[in-house]
């Protein structure tokens, strides 16, 4: 057998007599092998003689009612692996599901050995009690290493740790200077960082790894950052991994000798894939151990995966998986396994990312001479003048990261000029598309009037469409949903109209706009329903039935000059004056400037009646920029919900199913919703609902969620175990909800800690509006939002003292 077919190997009993038998032959004596098969023929055939002793037990192991039982998910020190608990949750149902611990057996004394058995001796079957017995009386004697650090703390190398206090960039990394990045230095980072609630800490710790990355090995830096925000690529060019989770258990099947349905049992009983993964990894003993995982290597392979189409495409990205796989070394399965199923589960948000980045450039600057001389720049500041410094450096990564969301681009300037230069490198360019700015909800026009007092302002029919982002270099344009997604291939009718509406003038732009269904014959707006039912790519102008009107409402770029610095008033002038109108196809957004309380209110009337969801209220002159990515209070949404009860909408996700009775028998009669928490990367429960849907909206819920069936709850959920539904679902789909006013809830788990630290937030009354197809699970409404939407109620503010109510403060996403 060749060296490298041999990565994992589980020895059936028989191989043990071999054993035994070449021990008493006189078998020629065999090349060294790594410590972790360092015993002697002596032990082995004394092993052997003891575990033939035991065949009862063997046998008793292999009967038919132990057959495909899934060990007890533990880590290599016996300790139940737990997913990180965010700090303001206290969950002991979730708990209550991680399977208990399994104690070690009480091992015997080893004994003295005097040569190195041959390889093939020490193999190690998963099911056999003899092996289990030769493993454990082999584990006597060998040094095991845990991240590189001998448990016996004798010639290996120390543990990777970026939680120390006094980190040094270059001593605390476990790679020298040009070496690739090791991927077990960003486990161990991720590691450190799930196990860590606080946000500051978080952010700390991985600017310690990104300091190293920054002096030894810059070039890994790129794909450093995409491994710990779980991408591959700028999100507007829409490369996806597309890994199913089927896929990923039979890699790691096939890489283990386990079966597929002992890795899917292990998966239902933990909840967390990746803890899977490492631990059937760590039941395993390798002959020969492949070379180490990098951080360039594996984010290269995960690209190729992710361009890998056809029919055979499936196998080939197992093939691929398992080459990784196998290589993998202590928590690596975990985070590999977790970056392909598409969620690192670590509570890492990108601002973090973001911050931790702008913190590392703070404290070693880059693009300096080896050995650098500033390897800490904060050793003789004042603590308030670095922070100071650190702040600006984040505004300035992460403007330009709004304006120019491409890693790809503001690295290398980061590298080379550092983060003041990328002001000048990495601004507003066409065909890369920016986060839009959002607008605040109101609960009526007194509060509008109150929040822009003294201030000109203009309201705008709030359309019930898709948000457009039309981005135009000579005759190459593109069109970007609000996520980023591109959507250029579904909108062939809207590119070839364009020349109808753009002056000769235009050779670059960027439009916003929304892009709503339009009814040609009666002259009107569709519901947004109508709209959902386009095909999603590869349109055929001549096969589209549901026809577009575009309503242009804001000019951010044009002719190579940023416009989002300038007043709105300005911007809508520059706006009307390169594009014009185009009965159904290109439309102005509907809008009236004034101040009085009357016009606002029949203007608002009057949009409800143009089947608009309300207005949009906008600062003119005075502070009326273009925030990129904020929700912000130069913008507010008027809805007309507000009259009915909360001033807006929600977006929330369904998480669970009860199933119905008397006349919804078949169906699910009511279901539990969710919002999203960024910080701590999780689902928590908000409301249940049954109200608001027809029969045919319930079955075709029914159809839908039937194939989102999941046998129990997300370890990323938290809920009440009085609510826990008939049936868990995937978070797979947005739904928006209105309802009276929102409450604080003894069950519920929305906001915990936010503005009740032992009660979340619950909706009262609510109803299903529509399925929002336009939003990702996350981009529901977060958690942050579900406070601020509560805290602002009247008969909450007359309750509070006087900042108690008020918004938090502004910031991105």
């Given amino acids: 057998m060749s060296q490298k077919s041999i990565t994992s190997f589980f020895k059936p009993k028989s191989s043990l007599d071999n054993c035994s038998s070449n021990a008493e032959n006189g078998s020629p004596k065999q090349p060294k092998r790594s410590r972790q098969l360092s015993s002697s023929e002596d032990e082995v055939a004394e092993v052997t003689k003891k575990s033939r002793k035991s065949a009862e037990k063997v046998a008793q192991l292999k009967s038919p009612k132990n057959e495909g039982k899934s060990p007890i998910i533990k880590t290599e020190n016996g300790d139940v692996c737990k997913k990180r608990r965010s700090r303001r949750i206290s969950s002991s149902e979730d708990e209550s599901k991680i399977p208990s611990p ?162 899917k049992s292990d998966a239902q009983q933990s909840g967390d894939l990746g803890i899977v993964a490492e631990q059937s990894k760590s039941n395993q003993r390798m002959i020969f151990k492949p070379a180490r995982l990098t951080v360039k290597g594996v984010f290269n392979k995960l690209k190729e995966i992710a361009q890998m189409t056809g029919h055979a495409s499936q196998t080939k990205k197992v093939e691929k998986i398992q080459s990784m796989f196998v290589a993998c070394q202590g928590s690596e399965a975990r985070f590999l396994i977790r970056s392909l199923h598409g969620k690192l589960r670590i509570g890492l948000a990108e601002q973090s990312a973001l911050q931790a980045l702008a913190l590392a450039c703070a404290m070693t600057p880059p693009n300096q001479d080896y050995p650098p001389k500033e390897l800490d720049a904060s050793k003789g500041r004042s603590a308030e003048g670095f922070k100071a410094d650190v702040d600006r450096m984040a505004l300035i990564l992460k403007t330009a990261y709004c304006e120019c969301p491409n890693y790809e681009m503001i690295i290398p300037v980061l590298l080379q000029e550092g983060i003041d230069m990328l002001p000048e490198k990495c601004k507003l360019t066409p ?21 822009f007092e003294g201030m000109t302002f203009t309201c705008e029919w709030k359309y019930d469409g898709e948000r457009a982002q039309i981005h135009i270099h000579k005759k190459d344009i593109s069109i970007f949903s609000r996520n980023q997604e591109n959507n250029t291939s579904k909108y062939p009718d809207i590119i070839s109209r364009l020349d109808k509406c753009m002056s000769e003038s235009v050779d670059s732009c960027i439009l916003d706009c929304e892009a709503v269904a339009w009814d040609r014959e ?82 608002l009337e009057e949009s409800v009646k143009g089947n608009c969801e309300g207005l949009m209220v906008k600062t003119l002159e005075q502070d009326s920029s273009y925030e990129i990515a904020k929700r912000s209070r130069k913008w507010l949404k008027l809805k007309k919900d507000y ?13 669970g199913g009860y199933l119905g009775k008397g006349k919804r028998t078949g169906t699910y009669g009511g279901f539990l919703l969710a919002c999203y928490d960024k ?40 809920y009440d175990s009085s609510l826990e539904p008939d049936h868990w679902f995937e978070p797979v789909q947005v739904w928006e909800i209105k309802c009276a006013d929102l409450s604080l809830s003894p069950v519920h788990r929305a906001a915990l800690g936010i503005v009740d630290p032992e009660k979340g937030i619950s909706l009262r009354f609510p109803r299903f509006i529509r399925i929002r197809e336009d939003k990702g699970v996350e981009n529901a409404t977060s958690a942050q939002q579900v406070a601020s939407m509560y805290s602002n109620q009247d008969q909450v503010k007359n309750q509070q003292s006087e900042s108690g109510g008020k918004f938090a403060d502004e910031d991105f996403y």
């Avoid at 909360?646 to 977006?651: R, Y």
Wanted: charged share 30%.
């Fill in 643 to 655: 009259l009915e009860g909360v001033g807006d909408t929600l977006d929330v996700v369904v998480i």
């Fill in 431 to 451: 065909g890369i598309p920016l986060k839009p700015m959002l607008a605040h909800p109101t609960k009526g026009v007194q509060e509008v009037l109150q929040r």
């Fill in 102 to 263: 399994v104690k070690n057996k009480k091992k015997e004394k080893p004994t003295k050995t005097d040569e190195n058995p041959s390889p093939n001796k020490l193999l190690k079957s998963e099911n056999n009690e003899n092996d289990t017995v030769l493993e454990e009386r082999h584990n006597r004697t060998e040094k095991k290493v845990i991240f590189g650090k001998s448990s016996e703390g004798i010639g290996q190398k120390q543990s990777y740790n970026p939680k120390s206090s006094k980190y040094d960039p270059i001593k605390d990394a476990t790679w020298k200077k040009s070496e690739n990045v090791p991927y077990s230095a960003l486990a161990r980072t991720l590691e450190i960082i799930e196990e860590v609630s606080a946000r500051l800490k978080m952010i700390e710790i991985l600017s310690n790894f990104f300091r190293s990355v920054i002096v030894l090995t810059p070039e890994d830096l790129l794909p450093s950052i995409y491994l710990c925000l779980n991408k591959i690529a700028p999100a507007y060019k829409g490369i996806e991994l597309g890994v199913a989770e089927t896929s990923l258990m039979k890699a790691i099947a096939q890489s283990t000798g386990r079966t597929v349905n002992q890795i």
């Fill in 522 to 603: 009666k002259r009107q707006i569709l519901p947004f329903q109508i709209l959902s039912t386009r095909k999603r790519k590869d349109a055929n102008e001549s096969d589209i039935k549901v026809q577009v009107c575009v309503f242009m409402f804001d000019l951010l770029y044009l002719n190579g000059e940023p416009l989002i610095k300038r007043p709105f008033k300005e911007r809508r002038e520059l706006l009307k004056e390169h594009f014009k109108e185009q009965e159904g196809e290109w439309l102005f957004a509907k809008c009236l400037d004034t101040t009085k309380m009357e016009e606002v209110q029949e203007f």
């Fill in 679 to 718: 910080e701590c990367d999780e689902y928590q429960s908000i409301c249940k609902i049954g109200t608001g849907f027809s029969d045919e909206d319930l079955q075709t819920h029914t159809e839908f969620f039937k194939n989102q069936v999941i046998s129990t709850a997300k370890v990323y959920y938290r």
